[in-house]
């Protein structure tokens, strides 16, 4: 009877060690989405949240966990970064319309693109009407909520400010849609007409 009663403790003492090991496994938590959530503030979000910003997220291709780390890596690291800057402007009487365009490509693969609507006028005034904001990859989505515009009075520069997300389409157990946050910093000085952007996530 002892002896069944010790072999009992022990296969229950041995199904809790395995529970513990299974739960603090490290190998388990970078193969689910819990590694996107800890490495890049990433969080799981349900299509009605979606909705509200008026994504179509059905559109993105599902990508695994490791596809998704690996385009999140690149864009953190600003891996072989290429800028280009645009600037559009048209005279109206004693405005000037600008359309301040920047972009950076990373890694050769994914483009983000900044326009910035503004009216400048001779004493310098510079205000802000508006943005267009987009991403060449297929594989996310970007949304970007509207800039503040402020200026910086000792260099002449205007700054333009906003948070960000990514969107993703991450297969893990079924399909999760996850939104990355990205913080997004940029320049303008109207005398030059130098303009750019970095972002952070």
Sequence with gaps: ?????????????MSLASCTAESSDPVDNSSSTYFLERTYGARSVTYEENNSDNLNLNDLPAISLKEA????????????????HNILAADKGNQTLLKVIT???????????????????????????????????????WYVKGFSLASDNSEGNFIFQSESYIYMKVADNGIKYMQIPVSIRGTYNPKSHDASFTYKL
């Design 69 to 84: 780390d690996e385009i999140l890596s690149n864009l953190r690291k600003h891996t072989n970064a290429k800028e280009e």
């Design 1 to 13: 009877m002892k002896a069944i009663h010790l072999l009992i403790a022990t296969l229950i003492m």
């Design 103 to 141: 972009s950076q490509t990373i890694n050769g693969k994914y483009t983000f693109t900044i326009q910035l609507n503004l009216t400048g006028y001779a004493d310098g005034d510079l205000y802000y009407n508006g943005y267009n904001a987009e991403c060449s990859s297929s594989l996310m989505k």
